[in-house]
């Protein structure tokens, strides 16, 4: 017998054991079985069970040790050296990029390609080769002077005096890191919608003012996660300071090392250890600025992760109930 127009359907269905039946609102919908990703997490959690086990209890990492060096003055000295650094290299370099960045959207050809061939010459040496050089410049030019081209020179400074490890150090970073910067900038700033800077124009605002207050700062949404890579690339960059006699975080390990060769691996966890703090604190200062970054450009702003860790336990919670429930 057909069903009647407009009749209403059961929302009970029968179990076939004969037994009373059940909402189907009140039925669970088991969710696909999937055995290969069982499989592969037990796998993963076999191999970190395996390397934990083996960090932990191979004498050959002398964690008595690393305790020891962990927070000797000689390598706080040196992770010192190693914030200075990157910290005044990272603040030159960002604003050389900018400033190459610039040039490279100029209208003047020369800008152009003084940008470009800056860009891809210190792109394509190693830092390691800027730094030698840069440490060996007085053997090519024992004074620098400020003057008439080809004429006389007002002032003349002895290069000798001037390129003290430090700076060498900081120049050679700055120099390398501002061409990377560069492209990162020049990015973030084609980037923004081509409206922006049409309706900027049609406002009659200054080029300035229009660079600084509209595009820039919509800019900033895109550069700030690809600097803030560079930037953990420029911390660990600062490892090869030690090369042009800086004693920063590495050069620190690397000299007690050779003091006490026994103590090499422990000294080499130490850097380790300073490394991933420093990149850690790095990336949890990325998260909150693009979040800074991200109002108005979405509905939402992304959670923090404290808002995702009481989520996690609301949901937890409400499971815990709906289950009790059944």
């Known amino acids: 017998m057909s069903e009647l127009p407009g009749a209403a359907v059961s929302l009970l269905s029968a179990p076939p054991d004969g037994t009373a039946p059940r909402p189907l609102a009140a039925q669970r919908v088991l969710p696909l079985r999937r055995p290969g990703r069982w499989i592969l997490t037990a796998i993963v959690l076999v191999l970190v069970a395996q390397i934990g086990h083996g960090l932990v209890t191979n004498p050959f990492y002398q964690w008595d040790r690393f305790a020891y060096w962990f927070l000797r003055p000689t390598i706080l000295d040196g992770l010192l050296i190693t914030l200075e650094v990157a910290?005044?290299?990272?603040?030159?370099?960002?604003?050389?990029?900018?400033?190459?960045a610039l040039a490279r959207l100029s209208r003047s050809p020369v800008l152009r390609a003084v940008s470009w061939v800056y860009v891809w010459l210190l792109r394509s040496v190693p830092l390691i080769v800027v730094l030698i050089f840069l440490y060996n410049f007085s053997a090519l030019y024992q004074t620098l002077s400020l003057g008439v081209p080809f004429g006389p020179a007002f002032l003349t400074f002895d290069e000798s005096r001037l390129a003290t490890d430090m700076a060498v150090a900081v120049v050679g970073l700055s120099l390398n890191e501002a061409a990377y910067a560069a492209e990162v900038v020049r990015g973030g700033i084609l980037s923004v919608d081509q409206g922006q800077h049409e309706a900027a124009a049609a406002l009659g605002l200054p080029k300035s003012y229009q660079f600084t207050k509209i595009v820039?700062?919509?800019?900033?949404?895109?550069?700030?996660?690809?600097?803030?890579n560079q930037l953990i690339g420029l911390i660990k960059a600062t490892s090869l300071v030690f090369y042009v006699s800086l004693l920063d975080l590495f050069g620190s390990a690397q000299t007690m090392g050779s003091t006490y060769p026994g103590d090499i691996v422990p000294l080499l966890l130490v850097v380790t250890v300073w490394y991933l703090i420093l990149t850690s604190i790095v990336s949890v200062v990325q998260f909150y600025v693009e979040r800074h970054y991200a109002r108005g450009a979405t509905r939402s702003l992304p959670p923090t992760p404290l808002q995702k860790l009481r989520t996690a336990l609301g949901d937890l919670r409400a499971r815990i109930r709906r289950e009790a429930a059944l």
């Open 87 to 100: 910290a005044y290299s990272a603040v030159l370099g960002l604003l050389g990029g900018i400033l190459l």
């Open 216 to 228: 820039f700062p919509q800019a900033l949404r895109s550069i700030t996660p690809n600097y803030v």
